[in-house]
């Protein structure tokens, strides 16, 4: 299965972005699923994450309030909305379904279906 991530870009400080994930091979409103970051060098870590239901949303502590994780059925996506972006987000952004979720485990390492990558840019 794979998972099709869009709606990256380069911004300046301060500005919002939408990333959405969708895939004409699932039905996404069947999975656990969340958002993933990575830094060249550092290890994938969880952004934001939701149950089947679009309830149950871990946050990465520094997303918390910025971030907004939201799934829409009709159109089989999943969608984070990012706030008041700053450069220490420049990353590439994942999307991924997950195993066995439950609230406040957003790891990797339980992801079990993944997109080829989104690039988020934010200069100062």
């Known amino acids: 299965v794979q998972l099709v991530e869009s709606g990256g870009g380069l911004v300046q400080a301060g500005a919002s972005l939408t990333l959405s994930c969708t895939t004409s091979?699932?039905?996404?409103?069947?999975?656990?699923m969340g958002w993933f970051r990575q830094v060249p060098g550092k290890e994938r870590e969880g952004v934001a994450c939701?149950?089947?239901?679009?309830?149950?949303?871990t946050y990465w502590a520094s997303a918390r309030g910025r971030f907004t994780i939201s799934r829409d059925k009709a159109q089989n996506t999943l969608n984070l909305q990012m706030t008041r972006l700053q450069p220490e987000d420049t990353a590439m952004y994942y999307c991924?379904?997950?195993?066995?979720?439950?609230?406040?485990?957003?790891?990797?390492?339980?992801?079990?279906?993944w997109g080829q990558g989104t690039q988020v840019t934010v200069s100062s």
């Open positions: 991924a379904t997950i195993r066995n979720y439950r609230v406040g485990w957003c790891v990797a390492s339980g992801a079990e279906y």
């Open positions: 091979e699932l039905d996404l409103s069947t999975h656990a």
């Open positions: 939701t149950n089947e239901n679009g309830g149950g949303k």
